[in-house]
């Protein structure tokens, strides 16, 4: 099984953080609006709420819970597989995968600098109403992703009231050739947060990505995937 653990591969609040500027737009300090908004996100909220995950992949449907009162090794529990229930095989790889996956996100410092996410003088307003702010920004190319960025629209929604991010829209503006052999015709990624709960911290919500490419003229790739986050449940002291 290859389910996706999206609180694991995104770091949230350590990567929008990074989308602070020094540069203010006309009399509101947006640099100031972007990191109160950054600053509302939650990195630590795995280690006192729990969560549902919901994933559909590869056309297959997982459901799993999260709760971190449990020991490790019992703190992912899979509910579901494409509506039925999964075999003891299945609970025990998926709880590996999902533990496998929190160990390897936890050497994340949470230390980055805008320049490592936005290209320098890349973030601008492009609207604005009564209830949010619109941005829209060049991602940067890094050691995993050369050549590949710089293909890629990207604009960022804050709530005012709060501030927080509500959502990061990223996707191909043409079809490109990111390395030798491989065209990618398609590449889409929204990732949505919201408040867990009333009063909650800002949390992951969603995530949905579809990539359409093509790999040395035969290999045709077609995939999409689709992760939510639901029934956040504050389990902390």
Not at 117 to 134: F, K, N
């Amino acid at each position: 099984m290859n389910s996706v653990s999206m609180p694991m591969r995104y770091r949230f609040a350590p990567v929008l953080a990074c989308f602070v500027a020094s540069t203010a737009f006309g009399a509101i300090n947006h640099a100031a609006i972007l990191q109160e908004a950054a600053n509302a996100m939650a990195d630590d909220y795995m280690q006192e709420w729990a969560y549902t995950e919901t994933s559909i992949e590869s056309e297959t449907h997982t459901v799993g819970r999260y709760d971190p009162r449990q020991t490790k090794g019992e703190r992912w529990q899979l509910l579901s597989v494409d509506g039925r229930t999964p075999s003891v095989e299945e609970i025990a790889d998926y709880a590996e995968e999902k533990e496998d996956d929190n160990g390897s996100s936890s050497a994340d410092d949470g230390n980055h600098d805008v320049s490592d996410v936005a290209e320098p003088g890349s973030l601008r307003l492009i609207g604005e109403t009564d209830d949010y702010w619109l941005y829209s920004f060049t991602p940067v190319d890094d050691d995993d992703a050369e050549k590949f960025m710089k293909h890629i629209d990207a604009t960022m929604k804050i709530v005012k009231d709060g501030p927080y991010i509500e959502y990061i829209d990223m996707h191909s503006n043409k079809p490109f050739k990111p390395q030798f052999g491989v065209k990618v015709k398609e590449f889409v990624t929204r990732l949505m947060f919201g408040p867990a709960a009333d009063g909650g911290p800002i949390v992951p919500l969603s995530v949905d990505v579809r990539v359409k490419a093509r790999a040395f003229i035969a290999i045709g790739i077609d995939e999409s995937t689709s992760i939510s986050f639901s029934d956040y449940e504050y389990v902390g002291d």
